[in-house]
């Protein structure tokens, strides 16, 4: 993904509206001045994703988006009992959420976006599937004791 920033310079400050700041090609920097008043402004750049400014670098949403989708599909098939119950199940799909939200948050490439897509799905379906099946084992249960009483 290749972004176009604009070249070193003074423009608008975004901060101040009567003043400019410099621009240094990938970043905002401390040097600021009042406007001129016969300069022709330019409008400022628009803002650099940045991996300092607290936000993931695109690699990094990647791989977490990814791993979100793979350990939520991985903890939403998980076996379960009537015991156990099937809780974990819903974790795993908060986590592949967890993914598909990322994806789209962050504007990731598309494929990622079907990957964690997919996994949410088949965690669904499973979740579905096991519910189904620990209701069918209560309702048997639940006919064997009252046939005894």
């Known amino acids: 993904m290749s972004m176009s920033t604009p070249p070193p310079g003074w423009y608008s ?3 101040v509206a009567s003043g400019e700041r ?3 090609g990938d970043h905002w920097g401390p040097e600021r001045r009042e406007r001129a008043v016969d300069a022709v402004s330019q409008p400022p750049p628009p803002p650099v994703p940045q ?3 607290g936000q993931p670098s695109g690699a990094w949403a990647v791989a977490i988006s990814l791993a979100l989708g793979v350990i939520g599909l991985v903890v939403g098939y998980q076996p379960v009992t009537l015991l156990s119950g099937s809780g974990i199940l819903y974790v795993g799909l908060a ?5 598909v939200v990322l994806a789209f948050a962050m504007h990731l490439r598309t494929w990622l976006k079907i990957v964690t897509a997919i996994a ?3 965690v669904v379906a499973n979740i579905v599937t096991v519910e189904h099946s620990l209701s069918q084992k209560r309702h048997e249960i639940q006919n064997e004791l009252s046939n005894l009483g």
């Open 51 to 53: 991996a300092a400014s």
């Open 22 to 24: 410099y621009w240094h």
């Open 95 to 99: 986590l592949a959420a967890g993914g």
């Open 120 to 122: 949410v799905l088949l």
């Open 13 to 15: 400050d975004p901060e």
